[in-house]
């Protein structure tokens, strides 16, 4: 099977920053696209960035130019890089991955366990 394990959140001041990290393990043959999501309280979840397989980017209009996502294909990692944080951006944050397995038979996707984030203001 596949894992994914999440770090980096944590309390901050409006107008700081944090780094998020998704690390995937197991059972992968390919990882076809990584993205980020979050979900405040009483709120749907809503996808904040993803990565494809060839590196193209889309990010929701809310945190364009503050967020920036970035993989490391080697390590099976994604990161979100979080600068001018708003008390909006508030909420736990879940990695998600497009995971091919069995050398390519079986593909699904995956999250992780959440990580809050906290902007005071």
């Known amino acids: 099977q596949v894992q994914l394990v999440e770090s980096g959140g944590g309390s901050v001041q409006a107008g700081g920053s944090l780094r998020l990290s998704c690390a995937a393990s197991g059972d992968i043959f390919r990882i076809n696209a990584m993205s980020w999501h979050r979900q405040a309280p009483g709120k749907q979840r809503e996808l904040v960035a993803d990565?494809?397989?060839?590196?193209?980017?889309n990010y929701a209009d809310s945190v364009k130019g503050r967020f920036t996502i970035s993989r490391d294909s080697a390590q099976n990692t994604v990161y979100l890089q979080m600068n001018t944080l708003k008390p909006e951006d508030t909420a736990v944050y879940y990695c998600?991955?497009?995971?091919?397995?069995?050398?390519?038979?079986?593909?699904?996707?995956?999250w992780g366990q959440g990580t809050q984030v906290t902007v005071s203001s």
């Open positions: 990565i494809k397989n060839g590196g193209s980017t």
């Open positions: 998600n991955a497009d995971i091919s397995r069995r050398g390519g038979l079986f593909r699904s996707n995956y």
